[in-house]
T-cell receptor, first 115, second 115 residues
Framework: AQTVTQSQPEMSVQEAETVTLSCTYD???????LFWYKQPPSRQMILVIR??????QNATENRFSVNFQKAAKSFSLKISDSQLGDAAMYFC????????????FGTGTRLKVLA | DAGITQSPRHKVTETGTPVTLRCHQT?????MYWYRQDPGHGLRLIHY???????DKGEVSDGYSVSRSKTEDFLLTLESATSSQTSVYFC??????????????FGPGTRLLVL
């Protein structure tokens, strides 16, 4: 069965600095999607970035980028120029491209941004 | 933002009573999901639907049932609420793959307290 692991329950970063959140996953599939979601105190789940496994190029969205290492089954999120509004829970998620339409989520990393 | 609403947004109920949560979407997406979120567990799938009247169990389905009689509505019922079902419940939607359809979008959540 597929699993997603976020080994950092909590992290802190100074405002304007860069931070990297880790995510590893386990799957026997060759094609799949990976996602990072942000959950601020409002509880709304917001898509940050998505990656298609067949694409070797790492996805980027403004200050957010990923380091996708398919062989290592690693999908880390880098936040550059951290802002106070980046403080939130961050969840990594996986979905295979075929078969089940289930999504597997990690347990989350709480990011604190220090002024 | 994807058009997903959940009702009610907050509910307090007593042990042993039935509770129904409603998810409504205006996106005409095929797939709908119910998750619960608890500290330390991330998001756990309760049930999901892959079409009208087509549903399947997730990893924590005991004590829950679902129904989908229309594309836009997905109901979650706690048949006899227990204190262990106190949680935040999220509805989510996704569509067929391609054109970002495989991305999952979330409703605002329902906070349920079972006394």
């Amino acid at each position: 069965a597929q699993t997603v692991t976020q080994s950092q329950p909590e992290m802190s970063v100074q405002e304007a600095e860069t931070v990297t959140l880790s995510c590893t996953y386990d799957t026997s599939e060759s094609d799949y999607y990976l996602f990072w979601y942000k959950q601020p105190p409002s509880r709304q789940m917001i898509l940050v970035i998505r990656q298609e496994a067949y694409k070797q190029q790492n996805a980027t969205e403004n200050r957010f980028s990923v380091n996708f290492q398919k062989a290592a089954k690693s999908f880390s999120l880098k936040i550059s120029d951290s802002q106070l509004g980046d403080a939130a829970m961050y969840f990594c998620a996986y979905r295979a491209t075929s078969g089940t339409y289930k999504y597997i989520f990690g347990t989350g990393t709480r990011l604190k941004v220090l002024a | 933002d994807a058009g997903i609403t959940q009702s009610p947004r907050h509910k307090v109920t007593e042990t042993g009573t039935p509770v129904t949560l409603r998810c409504h979407q205006t996106e005409n997406h095929r797939y709908m999901y119910w998750y619960r979120q608890d500290p330390g567990h991330g998001l756990r799938l309760i049930h999901y639907s892959y079409g009208v009247k087509d549903t399947d169990k997730g990893e924590v389905s005991d004590g829950y049932s679902v129904s989908r009689s229309k594309t836009e509505d997905f109901l979650l019922t706690l048949e006899s609420a227990t204190s262990s079902q106190t949680s935040v419940y999220f509805c989510a939607i996704s569509d067929v793959a391609g054109e970002r359809g495989e991305t999952q979008y979330f409703g605002p959540g329902t906070r349920l307290l079972v006394l």
